[in-house]
Each structure stands twice: as C-alpha cells, then as structure tokens.
T-cell receptor
Framework: GENVEQHPSTLSVQEGDSAVIKCTYS??????FPWYKQELGKRPQLIID???NVGEKKDQRIAVTLNKTAKHFSLHITETQPEDSAVYFC???????????WGAGTKLIIKP | SQTIHQWPATLVQPVGSPLSLECTVE??????LYWYRQAAGRGLQLLFY??????ISSEVPQNLSASRPQDRQFILSSKKLLLSDSGFYLC?????????FGQGTRLTVV
C-alpha cells in the first residue's frame, strides 16, 4: 500500500540553529502535503501545508519544500526556540477523498 | 466556524468492559471522519474512516468497531476491551485537505 517515510525519528538541535525534517511518499498522485505539530498530551495541529502546484511555502520561521519528481518534501524551522520542542508529523494525501497517509513522526528537541 | 468535540478526555476501564467514544462535528456538512489511535511516543494509526453516513472503512483488524449514525457523529466502540486497547484515541474530520483533530481520549485498560 501507499506509505510515507519520515526521517529522522529524533532530532536534537541547539536553540537558535535550524532543524530539517524530511519525508518521502510513494503515491505519485499525492497532491497535498501537510505538517503537524503535536505537543505532549495534546492533539496534532497543522503548522504548514503545501499543494503540488508549488515548490516552496514559507510562514515566518517555518518553510516547506516539495520535490514532486523525487517524491519528497521537507520541513525547515529556522532560529529554533524552546517552544518548538514537540513531535512533528508529515502526511501525504491519497485518493479523491484526500485521505492522509502519515509519517511516523519526528521528536524535535531544542537544547538551551 | 467548524468545531469538533470528542469525549471523554480520559477514561479508565477494566479488561472485558465495553467502550463507547463519541465525536461530533459542527459547522460543516458531509465531512470525512476518522478515528486514530496513538500509542505512547508513537505515530498515528488510522483505525477507521468514513466518507458518509453508514459508510465505514476499517484499516486494521482489531477489537474495535465504528459507526456513523448521523452525518456529523462518529462513534468508536468495543464489546470487550483488551489491555492492548490502551492508548490515545483521536477523532478527526476533513473536507478534502487539512485534518482537524478532537482533543483526544486517553484510554487506560486495567
């Protein structure tokens, strides 16, 4: 079946440095790619998303890039802050109902 | 605006007891509805999804079932809970894009 692979599973960066999380997907028909942040004990919440008709999208310190040819997309967080510590999930849509296939998650740790 | 309600927030149930978790959505029609389970420190495991009333797709064979008796109501059930059913259960809805999650139910089976 379709799948999404996410790397790394854990990422530890110094406060102020950048963090990059990468995902690859298998369904070439996927056209919607969201990123979610989940703080401990809380629900996942959308932080940024991108559709297949663009290659990059930015929102302040967060950006997502998409390479449709290679079937991978990445989350970039610059100037990391302690509140960025969380688990991040990527996803890719499949089918006409836009069902999401999820990556396994990346635990991001920001070291003070 | 759309909102999603999921309850209860926490639940402790003995092995062999039944389960019923309810999720309702407001402010939208004919949403896609989902039930996920998340083990501690793990990813999102899709359990069931529904594209309409009475239409349920099961992703993983298990001790659970789902029903959608109304357009904006999604119920997760079990007749007899197992220890392995413990976890964080999340309901979500989407309309063809972003998924919106309920607050989650932390289920502990003892």
């Amino acid at each position: 079946g379709e799948n999404v692979e996410q790397h790394p599973s854990t990422l530890s960066v110094q406060e102020g440095d950048s963090a990059v999380i990468k995902c690859t997907y298998s369904d070439s028909a996927s056209n919607y790619f969201p990123w979610y942040k989940q703080e401990l004990g809380k629900r996942p919440q959308l932080i940024i998303d991108i559709r297949s008709n663009v290659g990059e999208k930015k929102d302040q310190r967060i950006a997502v890039t998409l390479n449709k040819t290679a079937k991978h997309f990445s989350l970039h967080i610059t100037e990391t802050q302690p509140e960025d510590s969380a688990v991040y999930f990527c996803a890719a849509s499949i089918g006409s109902n836009y069902q999401l296939i999820w990556g396994a998650g990346t635990k991001l740790i920001i070291k003070p | 605006s759309q909102t999603i309600h999921q309850w209860p927030a926490t639940l402790v149930q003995p092995v062999g007891s039944p389960l019923s978790l309810e999720c309702t959505v407001e402010g939208t029609s004919n949403p896609n509805l989902y039930w996920y389970r998340q083990a501690a420190g793990r990813g999102l495991q899709l359990l069931f999804y529904s594209v309409g009333i009475g239409q349920i797709s099961s992703e993983v064979p298990q001790n659970l079932s789902a029903s959608r008796p109304q357009d904006r109501q999604f119920i997760l059930s079990s007749k007899k809970l197992l220890l392995s059913d413990s976890g964080f259960y999340l309901c979500a809805w989407s309309a063809g894009g972003e998924a919106f999650f309920g607050q989650g139910t932390r289920l502990t089976v003892v």
